[in-house]
T-cell receptor, first 115, second 113 residues
Framework: AQSVTQPDIHITVSEGASLELRCNYS??????LFWYVQSPGQGLQLLLK??????LVQGIKGFEAEFKRSQSSFNLRKPSVHWSDAAEYFC?????????????FGRGTSLIVHP | DVKVTQSSRYLVKRTGEKVFLECVQD?????MFWYRQDPGLGLRLIYF???????EKGDIPEGYSVSREKKERFSLILESASTNQTSMYLC????????????FGDGTRLSIL
């Protein structure tokens, strides 16, 4: 069965600093990978996705992620963090199940941004 | 713009009550999902549906049931609410036919007293 690990429960960065959130997955085939963001009191919003092709994918709000098959990783990055980026971030891997799409989510990383 | 609407943002019920959480999507999506979200546990799948009147159990279906009588509506039912069902509940939908990202509602924070 597939699984997703986000090793960092909390990450604290200063505004303007760079950011990297880690995600490791376990899945036998080529995975479909996603990063979502959840602002306080809101549902999840898709930041970016990887299906195939270029292993560096660009998303919304200035985020990018790099798929590394050899490391089973899909880390999320941003070169300069803004205070509004403070939120919960979830990595997810999607797999097919009888023609349906069933995603598995990591437990999330809470990003704290200091002024 | 796509939209997934959950009927209540906050809900307070008593133990033993039958509780209905409603979710409506306006995107004609085939798939719909119910998750509960608890601190430190991330999102856990309760049930999902890939078509009208079809449902599949997720990881934690015990104590819950679902109904999908129309394509746009997916209801979560707590047959006899218990305090350990106090949680944030998130509904999501996605198109069928492949691995497509999900669209989420804003959640219902349910408290069982």
């Amino acid at each position: 069965a597939q699984s997703v690990t986000q090793p960092d429960i909390h990450i604290t960065v200063s505004e303007g600093a760079s950011l990297e959130l880690r995600c490791n997955y376990s899945y036998g085939a080529t995975p479909y990978l996603f990063w979502y963001v959840q602002s306080p009191g809101q549902g999840l919003q898709l930041l970016l996705k990887y299906f195939s092709g270029d292993t560096l994918v660009q998303g919304i709000k200035g985020f990018e992620a790099e798929f590394k098959r050899s490391q089973s990783s899909f880390n999320l990055r941003k070169p300069s963090v803004h205070w509004s980026d403070a939120a919960e971030y979830f990595c997810a891997v999607g797999t097919a199940s009888g023609g349906s799409y069933i995603p598995t989510f990591g437990r999330g990383t809470s990003l704290i941004v200091h002024p | 713009d796509v939209k997934v609407t959950q009927s209540s943002r906050y809900l307070v019920k008593r133990t033993g009550e039958k509780v209905f959480l409603e979710c409506v999507q306006d995107m004609d999506h085939e798939n719909m999902f119910w998750y509960r979200q608890d601190p430190g546990l991330g999102l856990r799948l309760i049930y999902f549906s890939y078509d009208v009147k079809m449902k599949e159990k997720g990881d934690i279906p015990e104590g819950y049931s679902v109904s999908r009588e129309k394509k746009e509506r997916f209801s979560l039912i707590l047959e006899s609410a218990s305090t350990n069902q106090t949680s944030m509940y998130l509904c999501a939908s996605s198109p069928g036919g492949g691995n497509q990202p999900q669209h989420f509602g804003d959640g219902t924070r349910l408290s069982i007293l």
